[in-house]
């Protein structure tokens, strides 16, 4: 498993590249052959690639759910769920307790109903009641589309190469938007196959609903954070508004090359027209700061932040619509989560450039906002603080930096470490 898909943001990365999950042959009728050829046959037409056929496999629920078990255990040890779950908390969207690796595990559990296999380029079937039928129901033809999409994704784009890029690796911002491109394109075909079937049949919405319902994976986990949730669904819903805008701009010869010049934040899959238009974000720098903070403080995260991290960071004390305008004009940045082991104390430095004066003066404003709403009145207009955590906003001319730590005194000293 590529490290890519550790970050819940790359979920569907992770169904994407398991290795190859052993289990014995399962025999099928020849109307269930004769349908899912079909169905690669649809697929390849609507997606207008001429791919080959995949080998099948139908793991069992149960089978499918200890593979994931053991390879969580082997491929997410201990420290690095750690390391991920500090992302998180230092920017206030999860608590401390909380078990990534049981979080992931349920997810997975309640939502994987079929994956495509890179490793082998095997396409596994889950059949959604638990015994393999001579015919798939309405719902499993839309995930085999899906999923047969991926496969084709492999075929012509190699998808393992593509996800386990050390850029797309190293950073979450860059994971969610590289597998909002695969996960829009599938979602995308998979969309206008289901369009295709109701306005055959109208009555076949309802088909699809009772049949997910039936299934059990209609519905996230209760208790699933919702940060997590939002993460998720994010590649395929925004991916596939995305990857329907390069379609409008150019028809599927735009989707494709797309794969040789990837999306490198989530800005552009939430402005598709930043992508069209060749925007990057700016490369913004960011000193170590551990020194300042003293004895027993190390990096444990050196990424971009990305606009659609930097939302959900703003979400949690303003509404959706203040912290989407907030967001929007992000034009770069580079983020500092540190640890100290000893104590379990975070601290978080984010400096952040943007695309006009106007977009910086914004974004403050709303942040000085913020602030009051986590701290009340306990500040200045530049520190706030209460007794577990302090936040500094210095001014500083075109460019906007937030400090956090455990004190005002350690958030000045980060300040005058950059």
């Known amino acids: 498993m590529k490290r890519s898909v550790i970050v819940l943001a790359a979920l569907a990365v992770f169904l994407a590249v398991l290795p190859g999950l052993a289990q014995e042959a399962a025999t099928i009728t020849p109307e269930l052959e004769a349908q899912m050829v079909a169905l690669e046959d649809i697929t390849r037409q609507l997606r207008e690639l001429d791919g080959e056929p995949v080998e099948r496999a139908f793991p069992t629920r149960e089978e499918t759910i200890a593979y994931l ?3 969580i255990d082997q491929q997410l040890p201990l420290d690095e769920a750690d390391r991920y779950r500090d992302f998180y908390v230092a920017l206030g969207l999860l608590e401390p307790a909380i078990d990534l690796r049981d979080v992931y595990l349920s997810l997975l559990s309640a939502q994987v109903a079929g994956f495509y296999d890179t490793d082998t380029q095997v396409m596994n079937v889950l059949p959604a009641q638990g015994e393999l039928a001579s015919e798939l129901s309405l719902l499993e033809q839309i995930i085999y589309v899906h999923e047969y999409t991926h496969a084709l994704q492999d075929q012509f784009f190699g998808l393992e190469q593509y996800l386990d890029d050390e850029e797309v690796v190293k950073h979450p911002d860059r994971a969610l938007a590289a597998v909002a491109l695969v996960e829009g394109d599938a979602s995308a075909v998979m969309n206008v196959f289901a369009q295709e079937v109701i306005t055959r049949n109208p009555l076949a919405v309802f088909q699809i609903l009772g049949q997910g319902l039936q299934a059990g994976n209609l519905f996230l986990p209760p208790g699933t954070p919702a940060v997590l949730s939002r993460e998720l669904i994010f590649p395929y819903e925004a991916g596939m508004q ?18 040789e010049n990837p999306p490198v934040a989530s800005e ?3 402005h598709p027209e930043t992508y069209l238009a060749g925007q990057t974000p700016a490369a913004v720098s960011l000193a170590d700061a551990t020194a300042a ?8 995260w050196d990424t971009t932040l990305g606009e659609w991290y930097l939302r ?19 034009g770069g940045d580079r983020l500092h989560v540190y640890g100290n082991e ?18 910086e003066a914004e974004f403050e404003e709303a942040y000085r906002e913020f602030a009051v709403a986590r701290f009340g009145g306990e500040g200045d207009g530049v520190c706030w603080s209460n007794a577990e955590t ?4 210095p001014d500083i001319d075109g460019e906007t930096l937030i400090v956090y730590a455990p004190t005002v005194e350690q958030a000045q000293a980060i300040i005058a470490a950059q």
Not at 312 to 330: F, K, N, P, V, Y
Not at 342 to 359: E, K, M, N
Not at 390 to 393: G, P
Request: proline share 0%; hydrophobic share 50%; net charge negative.
């Open 312 to 330: 959900e960071h703003l979400r949690t004390q303003l509404s959706l619509s203040d912290a989407a305008d907030a967001a929007q004009g992000w």
């Open 293 to 300: 903070l003293g004895e027993g403080w190390t990096v444990r």
């Open 342 to 359: 000893a104590s379990g104390a975070l601290a978080l430095a984010l400096r952040l450039v943007w695309d006009t004066s106007a977009d």
């Open 69 to 71: 078990r053991e390879t």
């Open 242 to 259: 995305f990857v329907l805008k390069l379609y409008q701009d150019g028809g599927w010869e735009a989707v494709n090359a797309a794969y």
């Open 268 to 270: 552009h899959i939430l």
């Open 390 to 393: 302090a936040l500094c906003m």
